[in-house]
């Protein structure tokens, strides 16, 4: 038998083998009960049903919550990694450990010391509460990574462009504002775009300092309602968030997959 047939007639056990286990899979399964405890008709209702809070209350939170942690991070991370490259060594030590610091400890300890440890240590009412000291942290947080991000991307940048510049005259910090940065945030945007994305999802561990009612993000919306929502005492509620996850999160993973091709052809 030739190799060729031998494969091929492997690859056709292998797909035969799956179709067996699906099938057995769906002869298996409970489906009115999985139907009643995953998809209760009272929690995916279109009216009456749990869409309304988590669309007006926990989508709407989320991406607010997301855009401001993003927009801060993204500030902060721009100066660290301009310190982190900086000439002056001071600068780049307390950005170093700035950035190994914070990428090393997990998003939900920041979280709870901003939420509760600063503020009782140091008698401080944090900027919008609860939630504002959520998104300090989240803040820090991806602003450490993000530093990272940028160092790579003005890094990658040619010398050249950087030499060309100051061959003409510019200064130091001209040259870095209007011929590095703009090439290194091109580079640096699908890595950006997939911050955003972890961000978004993060944003969930707010839930664990606890919001206020009007304050909640869609993983708190979706734990509520599996207590006192149409669908109470069922898993309805946490599976339309994950449905409203990832609705939000694929067409964004689609847009980096995107960038990163065209940024590869533009390369050639």
């Known amino acids: 038998m030739k190799r060729t047939t031998k494969q091929r007639l492997v690859r056709l056990a292998l797909y035969a083998l799956f179709v067996v286990l699906l099938v057995a899979l769906y002869f298996a399964a409970d489906w009115p009960t999985i139907r009643q405890n995953f998809w209760n008709p009272g929690g995916v209702a279109l009216s009456g049903g749990n869409w309304g809070d988590m669309i007006t209350i926990g989508v709407k939170n989320t991406l607010i919550y997301t855009a401001i942690a993003f927009g801060g991070g993204l500030l902060v991370g721009l100066v660290a990694a301009l310190m982190r490259l ?11 450990i700035y950035v190994e610091f914070f990428r090393g400890l997990p998003v939900l300890v920041v979280l709870l010391f901003m939420a509760f440890g600063i503020p009782i ?26 530093a990272e991000t940028i160092r790579a991307g003005i890094q990658a940048v040619p010398k050249g462009q950087t030499e060309a510049a100051r061959s003409l ?11 590095v940065l703009p090439q290194a945030i091109r580079i640096v945007v699908p890595p950006l775009t997939n911050e955003f994305v972890l961000l978004l999802k993060d944003t969930s561990l707010l839930f664990i300092i606890g919001v206020q009612f009007d304050e909640r993000e869609l993983t708190t919306v979706a734990r509520d309602l599996t207590t006192t929502g149409p669908s109470a005492g069922t898993s309805t509620s946490l599976i339309q968030a994950a449905l409203l996850y990832l609705v939000i999160t694929i067409p964004l993973t689609q847009l980096v997959a995107w960038l990163e091709r065209r940024q590869r052809r533009a390369s050639r």
């Open 169 to 179: 005259g510019m200064g130091a910090g001209s040259t870095t504002v209007r011929v």
């Open 86 to 96: 900086s000439p002056v060594a001071p600068y780049r030590w307390l950005a170093t």
């Open 121 to 146: 240590a140091f008698q401080w009412t944090p900027p919008g509460g609860i939630v504002g000291a959520g998104l300090i942290g989240l803040v820090i947080v991806a602003g450490a990574y993000m």
